[in-house]
């Protein structure tokens, strides 16, 4: 975990992360599509279900049922909701519905520079697969 940015990282740090290991920001986008795929600790993302404004209110709750304020850091929760055990773009859409589960995922589609290509990633799988690869 040492070269893997927290997820508590916003979209600087990110960049700034994986710069250092020689990756642009479209190449880190098209990385982050690995969350297709997955699961997260409540530990992870408690402070983002519970105090960020970027996160679907109704996505919230629904977490926050299976993710108390202050017990079960260990419950794990998929990465991606719709489709948690297949590789496609569902991780990107969900992001555009503003319901990513990490908070530093949900800084790739937050009104900044990244918005553009996960929106694209959302409706071209395509053009994510080629760019993953």
Do not use: W
Request: aromatic letters at 10%.
């Amino acid at each position: 975990n040492n070269n893997i940015p927290p997820p508590t990282s916003d979209l600087a740090n990110l960049t700034s992360n994986f710069r250092a290991h020689g990756l642009s920001q479209r190449e880190m986008v098209a990385l982050s599509g690995a969350h297709t795929i997955g699961k997260a600790r409540c530990v992870n993302f408690r402070n983002h279900i519970y105090n960020d404004l970027n996160i679907n209110r109704t996505y919230a709750e629904s977490l926050q049922a299976h993710c108390p304020k202050s017990r079960g850091d260990n419950r794990l929760s998929p990465l991606d909701y719709k489709t948690p055990t297949k590789f496609e773009n569902n991780y990107y859409k969900n992001l555009v519905e503003e319901k990513g589960l990490l908070h530093s995922d949900q800084e790739l589609f937050n009104g900044v520079s990244t918005d553009y290509l996960v929106a694209r990633y959302s409706k071209e799988l395509e053009l994510f697969e080629r760019d993953f690869t």
